[in-house]
């Protein structure tokens, strides 16, 4: 059985580099240079990947209810990706994968094509000011549509109506179409934010895009 210590990141800041690990992609902070595919899964199956997977809730339960699709969670703090990883060890899934990178370096340089993302409740940035450092934005959807074919979907989730609004704006381009936009998606799956957000009465807004 994989335990915490099992998952080390083998290097210092000095010599860092992306690394291949069982089951586990790195991508050091501030590090976007070389291009290269890495092979994530052993299967070929149809590609889904999670962007802000937190402690990987949702998206290791979507990974177990669809063993003929593969899963890549997308998750910047090296202790929740290891706690995904080790999920996904533990519960034995190895069509769960975990990518340990800031999402758009990771979409830019290493993912590779992706029938469907998800994006579960990014960090809201509430603040004017701090608004600029939100993921949706354009430079994020250029990245997205490199890895989309046409038809594929893109779904995101917020608590913050703002950001929304900012959502629904940003997608409002010739490349995008939008689905559907909603506050109520019952079997859209659980997550730590999820019930949080639920629990303190707040609205989840839902809005899915299709890449035209
Ligand atoms: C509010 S939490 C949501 C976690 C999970 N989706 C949930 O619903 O419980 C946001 C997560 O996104 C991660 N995150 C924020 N910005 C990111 C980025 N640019 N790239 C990758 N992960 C990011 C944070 O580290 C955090 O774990």
């Given at each position: 059985m994989k335990t915490a210590k099992d998952l080390i990141i083998p290097f210092t800041w000095h010599e860092r580099h992306p690394a291949l690990l069982d089951r586990f992609f790195y991508v050091p902070a501030q590090y976007a240079y070389s291009q290269k595919i890495f092979p994530f899964f052993e299967q070929?199956?149809?590609?889904?990947i999670e962007y802000c997977s937190g402690n990987g809730q949702w998206i290791g339960e979507r990974a177990k209810q669809n063993p003929g699709s593969n899963w890549i969670a997308?998750?910047?703090k090296f202790e929740r990706a290891r706690k995904i990883w080790l999920k996904s060890h533990r519960e034995n899934l190895p069509n769960l994968f975990v990518v340990c990178s800031e999402a758009l370096t990771f979409t830019r340089?290493?993912?590779?094509?992706?029938r469907e993302v998800f994006i579960n409740f990014p960090d809201p940035w509430p603040k004017?000011?701090?608004a600029k450092h939100r993921l949706i934005r354009p430079e994020f959807l250029s990245a997205l549509c490199q890895?989309?074919?046409s038809g594929g979907k893109v779904t995101c989730v917020t608590d913050d109506a703002q950001y929304a609004g900012q959502i629904l704006k940003v997608f409002q381009t010739p490349e995008w179409r939008l689905l559907?936009?909603?506050t109520d998606l019952p079997d859209y799956g659980k997550s730590f934010f999820?019930?949080?957000w639920l629990?303190?009465?707040?609205?989840?807004?839902?809005?899915?895009?299709?890449?035209?």
């Open positions: 070929e199956q149809p590609l889904y997308v998750e910047k340089y290493y993912a590779p094509k992706v004017h000011r701090h890895i989309l074919a559907f936009q909603t999820k019930d949080l629990q303190a009465g707040r609205t989840i807004y839902y809005a899915s895009f299709e890449k035209v």
